[in-house]
């Protein structure tokens, strides 16, 4: 008798002390957890105008003639004058590229009075790629000039001057800086609204650059912006 009385008391101090030791980790396992689920997620924003540093303009220009070797011959006039055009605003010759002349013979499928007056049309696109944009604007008012000179120009939407912004490299380390730092500062204003703290960071996502136009007004400055998210901790 004596005997089962030490082993329920023995049997009655396991279970107490497990119960203890038990409900401490649970305890400690609720706190982690509770921890764990605290946090706020943000996003931080940066933007830059920059201007453009690259800009193509394009010289769209057709001819047409009776035969091919006089459509050749136009064509080729055309090209030199709007070469000679560039060169004498100060714009390098290594930065200009032509297309192929594309040719079409007009009295294909057509008879009789359908037929235009002469038989061939060509066209062709000289392409300015240069980093003096401020150059290229100041040229741009003077080219009417090469219509008076007998080129017949093109312009339309696919030719349609553009202006790049090809120095993201070299800011993205600030952007995405500044982006982390406008994510904290929100953070920290939910942190004081909710009376805890910013803790570590638990997970960041960068988001994607864009460049867009500043407005459809200043296409030759850009607006450069990247958006990050963070996930912070919160603590007490």
């Known amino acids: 008798m004596a005997g089962n009385l030490r082993s329920a008391a023995v049997l009655g101090v396991l279970l107490a002390v497990g119960l203890i030791v038990g ?3 649970i305890r400690q396992a609720a706190e982690v957890w509770q921890q764990s689920s605290r946090s706020v997620t943000v996003r931080g924003l940066a933007e830059r105008e920059m201007p453009a540093d690259l800009v193509l303009w394009p010289f769209n220009y057709s001819a047409s003639a009776d035969t091919l070797g006089e459509l050749e011959r136009i064509l080729s006039r055309d090209e030199q004058t709007i070469r000679d055009f560039l060169v004498q605003r100060g714009f390098d010759t290594e930065h200009v590229s032509v297309t192929p002349p594309r ?4 009295f294909s499928n057509l008879y ?11 066209e062709a696109t000289l392409l300015l790629r240069s980093p003096d944009v401020a150059g290229v604007k100041a040229a741009m ?5 090469l219509v008076r000179e007998g080129v017949l120009l093109s312009p339309n939407y696919e030719y349609r001057t553009e202006y790049l912004f090809t120095g993201l490299d070299a800011i993205k380390p600030e952007m995405i800086a500044a982006a982390t730092a406008d994510a904290r500062r929100a953070a920290q204003q939910f942190a004081e609204d909710s009376g805890s703290r910013v803790g570590q960071i638990r997970q960041a996502t960068q988001g994607y650059f864009s460049i867009e136009d500043l407005d459809s007004y200043t296409p030759d400055v850009k607006r450069v912006r990247v958006v990050t998210t963070v996930d912070y901790a919160l603590e007490d």
Do not use: A, K
């Not at 040719?103 to 007009?106: H, K, N, V």
């Not at 009789?112 to 060509?122: F, I, T």
């Open 141 to 145: 008012p003077e080219v009417t000039s």
């Open 112 to 122: 009789g009075g359908q037929r235009p007056d002469e038989r061939y049309r060509g």
């Open 23 to 25: 409900g401490s980790f």
């Open 103 to 106: 040719i079409t013979d007009q």
